[in-house]
Structure formats: structure tokens, C-alpha cells
């Protein structure tokens, strides 16, 4: 496990992103440059901060949204 302070480090490779929080600067993210990052850009918004249109126009193939 490695930790990084940048989101956009910390997706590069990864086949899912998982959203745990609402935290401000999580709400602000570039999805597009996420998902480009990816392997295979996935996520699973566990907070319900973006919407599955906004994932998908990012490049996202795949979102799942659950919680508030």
C-alpha cells in the first residue's frame, strides 16, 4: 500500500476508483483527467457526489452510485 497526495497520482494504473467521502476536494475533481489515468476507468461513488452522466461524458465505463 503507498499513499499519495495527489488523486490524480494516485488512480494511475487502477481499474476502479472508490469514493469513500464528501469532502470538498473530493467534489472538485477533474474526471476526465481521472479517468484518463486509469486502466480502466471505473467508480464507485459510495457518497453520491457525481452524477452517472458527468461519469460517463469523463470517459467513465462503468459507475455506481450509492449512499447520500
Known sequence: MSWHGDPYE?????????????????????????????SHARMADLQNIYSTEDAREAGFTAYVGVGS
Open 10 to 38: 494516485a488512480v494511475k494504473g487502477a481499474d476502479l476508483l472508490v469514493i469513500l467521502t464528501e469532502w470538498n476536494e473530493f467534489r472538485a475533481l477533474d474526471l476526465t483527467q481521472l479517468a484518463q489515468n486509469m
